[in-house]
């Protein structure tokens, strides 16, 4: 999410922007669906790319967050968007090339070293090679741009959670009423939106403490792990199992990733963002707006800012609270979501009213983040 968006904004600024895509497939093939925050589409609009780029999103109205027993617990009132991961990351392209940036696929980094100068020289695994003076590494929890750019720096730890999803056709009974409903189950956490008469996105969390990898999921077949998933959580009401069941096309699944924050985001002209510099727990539905945030914030202290150390310097500085705050509350979060032990599911519950309603105020507030002003003229060279 967050490269195409930092060349958005880039490009807007008077830079000249190459966008480097790993993927060998089709973006839109990439992934399942993830909600985004208002401030997340509070960015796409700042750019101006807001309807185009959420056009095929579901908007939803609310989250309703019932317990394992089906009673209602809390509500929480705030807008957001659910929407296909790579249909968002398609789109998102698109507007990049629309303003101009120059994309190239298949470009899987191999590696970066910094010139005397402090301009860079990249390669990749395909063969080819490029230059340049400023190195924005977009690429995710498992980023080769930290790698190369930061040694030291933590690399991805699993969090101990095995997330998927997918989308179910239903009967009509299932009402389309712009809810996301969430579930605390006895061994897992689940939740689902009807998007349409008789189709429904789901996701399911839970927790498992010996890691396994994407390719090792990706092993099993969807029939072996929705049989899974219902019997997973045949303790709780029985809709979870209807909607698993009725499953059609990719199940997706995925180990749960965290990266710290890193203590230094950057070294010369080059830098991680987004999931490469703080990649946290999804537990709060923040993950892709943070990235969005960081690729506003970073091009607008690039607009601020002509030196380029000094404006990545700033934006880490104004950006480190914020990240901080949202990866506290996710693994406080995740800690009620999956709970490891049936003691820890009965306090879950216990408490569970009381700490959702609190968590609903702090996010109606927005965690006391806000967006910094949009710097007006262009400070490329």
Not at 99 to 114: C, F, H, I, M, Y
Not at 121 to 150: K, T
Not at 188 to 209: A, D
């Amino acid at each position: 999410m967050a490269g195409p968006t930092l060349a958005v904004g880039l490009a807007r600024s008077g830079f000249d922007v190459t966008l480097y895509e790993a993927y060998t497939r089709r973006v839109q093939d990439v992934g399942s669906f993830f909600n985004l925050a208002p401030l997340g589409r509070a960015v796409l609009e700042q750019l101006g790319i807001a309807n185009k780029v959420l056009g095929s999103g579901t908007v939803c109205t609310g989250i309703s967050f019932r317990n394992h027993k089906g009673r209602w617990l809390a509500d929480n009132p705030e807008t957001t968007t659910n929407i296909m991961r790579g249909e968002l990351s398609a789109a998102l392209r698109e507007a990049a090339v629309a303003d101009g940036v120059e994309l190239k696929t298949e470009k899987r980094l191999q590696s970066l070293a910094e010139r005397p100068d402090g301009t860079w020289e990249l390669s990749f695994a395909d063969g080819s090679a490029a230059e340049a003076d400023i190195v924005a590494g977009c690429d995710g929890v498992h980023s080769e741009v930290r790698r190369h750019l930061l040694p030291q720096a933590p690399q991805a730890a699993y969090a101990g959670v095995v997330g998927s999803g997918g989308l179910s056709e239903v009967s009509d009974r299932f009402t389309v009423d712009g809810l996301f409903h969430m579930t605390f189950g006895l061994r897992g956490f689940f939740g689902y939106q009807v998007i349409s008469p008789g189709k429904i996105l789901w996701f399911e969390n839970h927790h498992e403490q010996e890691e396994r990898t994407f390719a090792q999921l990706a092993q099993i077949t969807d029939a072996e792990w929705v049989g899974a998933l219902v019997e997973r959580h045949r303790p709780d009401p029985a809709v979870i199992g209807e909607i698993i069941n009725a499953s059609v096309g990719p199940v997706w699944r995925w180990p749960v990733y965290e990266v710290p924050a890193l203590e230094r985001w950057h070294r010369g002209t080059a830098m991680v963002i987004g999931d490469a510099a703080h990649a946290i727990q999804p537990h709060l539905g923040v993950g892709a707006t943070l990235a969005l945030e960081d690729a506003y914030e970073l091009t607008a202290a690039m607009r601020r800012e002509p030196d380029v150390t000094a404006a990545f310097t700033a934006f880490q500085a104004d950006r480190r609270a914020r990240v901080a705050e949202m990866m506290k509350q996710a693994q406080r979060m995740g800690a009620v979501m999956t709970p490891r032990h049936w003691w820890e599911r009965t306090m879950r519950d216990l408490t569970l009213p009381v700490a959702i309603k609190r968590g609903i105020k702090r996010s109606a507030q927005g965690f006391g983040y806000r967006l910094h002003p949009w710097p007006s003229g262009s400070q490329a060279a």
